[in-house]
């Protein structure tokens, strides 16, 4: 699509000479809504309200009355920094704490380009700006109305609006890629490595040697002061299991010396390394630059039996039946705790031969599918910020 785009003829204006607060109320009981939305419905740097409550579902409280229609902006203005601006699709209810937005005059401003309007890196840095208060930061719509932008004259706004909400189209499109490559790939992980078609599962520790699966040392092994900024021997964390890799961003060292106290702690190439407690679901895989390094405080290490495929285990226990059946082993209820007695029992499922190459050839095909959704969804999300931000400019 081709914009001829002519900035001579744009005007500043300010959001609030173009745009008014709709003051239509509504009484929830009265019948003549069914859906009402909340802050929680509204997402950040998401136009699409895909939830909601039923406005029978209970008492909303006196601050739901303002009525919204189809086609008008929803903007949330309690901690403007979550970036909540939303097209209602549907006749309903909010709080007072919602603005609801629509031109003035439809021959100056259209309703399909506001909320692009509202969407661009000027506009947040500014509501942001003349927010008040510090622990529920709010902005009054005499302060978002004060906003200035430049604004192209109709004939432009048509054009410009179409690319905008194509662009839209399309990241949802991206987005609800990557869901069906994320839930194929977890279904072949389920069947093929935890399932097995329909087998009974063997334990986790049937794969492992008897010291394959240890816990990190404990607290009176390693102290606070053991860590070091010089330390030689990096000491892998649960914060530091991200994407099934080791970020090294936070990761605290310990020294040489001390590392060598804690030898039957070093991690080895393709052990697995999960949390004892805290976040059950985040995993890491040790790679050859990172073998040497320690097994940490809050971390559970698994080491295979030699001849069984790691890529084949650590699929199985990174899988969503197996995170939910740790949490449900967990012990403790402020924090749920793993000991190795339990991530022992762990079910797993290893197929052999030609099954398990083509089980992980399968799988892997799956994780790269979602990848190349996920590349889509940045790459499109980019292209739309960038063309917002330049062609919406305001200050």
């Not at 909303?60 to 203005?77: D, E, N």
């Not at 299991?241 to 393709?270: N, P, W």
Request: proline share 5%; aromatic share 6%; glycine share 8%.
């Amino acid at each position: 699509m081709r914009l001829d785009i002519d900035r001579t003829r744009w005007s500043r204006v300010r959001l609030g000479d173009v745009v008014s607060q709709s003051r239509e109320k509504v009484d929830p009981a009265d019948g003549s809504v069914e859906r009402y939305v909340a802050g929680e419905h509204m997402k950040t740097d998401n136009l699409a309200i895909e939830s909601w409550g039923e406005v029978n579902d209970g008492y909303l409280g006196p601050a739901f009355h303002c009525r919204f229609r189809p086609g008008q902006v929803l903007y949330g203005s309690r901690r403007t920094y979550l970036r909540k601006v939303a097209v209602a699709g549907f006749d309903g209810v909010c709080a007072n704490t919602t603005f609801v937005l629509e031109p003035k005059n439809p021959q100056t401003l259209l309703a399909i380009l506001l909320p692009f309007i509202m969407t661009t890196e000027g506009f947040h840095a500014f509501s942001i700006s003349e927010s008040k208060g510090s622990v529920n930061p709010y902005v009054n719509w005499s302060d978002v109305a004060k906003y200035e932008f430049d604004l192209p004259p109709i004939d432009q706004q048509r054009p410009i609006a179409d690319l905008l909400w194509t662009l839209q189209d399309e990241m949802k499109a991206a987005n609800a890629l990557t869901s069906a490559a994320i839930n194929l790939q977890t279904a072949l992980v389920e069947r093929h490595f935890v399932l097995s078609g329909g087998a009974v599962p063997r334990t986790l520790a049937d794969y492992c040697p008897k010291d394959g699966i240890r816990i990190g040392p404990f607290g009176a092994q390693l102290h606070a002061y053991d860590y070091i900024k010089t330390g030689d021997v990096p000491v892998i964390m649960p914060q530091d299991m991200i994407d099934g890799s080791i970020s090294t961003a936070k990761i605290q060292r310990i020294s040489s010396i001390k590392a060598s106290e804690l030898t039957v702690h070093i991690v080895e190439e393709g052990d697995i390394l999960l949390p004892r407690r805290g976040e059950l679901d985040r995993r890491a895989l040790v790679s050859r630059s990172e073998a040497g390094w320690l097994c940490g405080t809050g971390s559970v290490r698994v080491r295979v039996s030699p001849g069984v495929s790691v890529e084949a285990v650590f699929r199985a226990i990174s899988s969503p039946s197996t995170v939910a059946w740790l949490k449900a082993k967990a012990t403790g209820t402020t924090m749920p705790n793993l000991n190795a007695g339990i991530v022992a029992k762990i079910p797993v499922c290893v197929p052999i031969g030609a099954e398990l190459a083509r089980a992980l050839s399968l799988s892997r095909s799956a994780e790269k599918a979602v990848v190349e959704a996920e590349v889509r969804v940045v790459t499109v999300g980019k292209l739309g910020s960038d063309l917002r931000n330049n062609l919406l400019k305001g200050a």
